[in-house]
């Protein structure tokens, strides 16, 4: 409901993007930014209303955040598509996650995403990983 992407708008990014399935939540993250707006830093945010994994990841995006994702095919699909975004425009791209137990898969010795800190969130019972992704993957 745009609580990740106003806490990420209060940073100095050059845009924020939120992804949402549904029509519904895109529009109440939509009102909630609007009513944070006076506290952004970043000013030029947008909600993108679509299936994550048909999302393609904008060459110029240099963080992605997910809280709590979604695991198995779903997110096969979507982790898919930032090496993709990679290929295409080669550049330097952090992967924040919260809430992790699907990700062990991903991660590991010929993985385009490699550790580079991981910790306890503050309710202890989730992990945040911090990667570094690669084009090679």
Not at 69 to 94: C, D, Q, W, Y
Not at 128 to 135: G, K, P, R, V
Request: glycine share 6%; net charge positive; with cysteine.
């Amino acid at each position: 409901m745009g609580r990740v992407m106003i806490v990420a708008a209060t940073f100095p990014f050059r845009k924020v993007i939120g992804v949402e399935f549904s029509p519904e939540l895109s529009e109440i993250a939509t009102r909630n930014i609007e009513c944070a707006r006076g506290r952004l830093r970043c000013l030029n945010t947008e909600v993108v209303t679509v299936d994550a994994t048909n999302y393609q990841v904008p060459a110029e995006a240099t963080v992605v955040f997910f809280y709590n994702p979604f695991h198995g095919p779903v997110l096969a699909s979507v982790l898919h598509n930032i090496p993709e975004s990679l290929r295409k425009s080669p550049r330097k791209m952090t992967v924040v996650f919260k809430n992790t137990p699907h990700l062990e898969q991903y991660l590991g010795e010929g993985s385009w995403l490699s550790k580079r800190q991981e910790f306890r969130a503050c309710d202890a019972e989730h992990r945040i990983l911090i990667l570094e992704a690669s084009q090679h993957g």
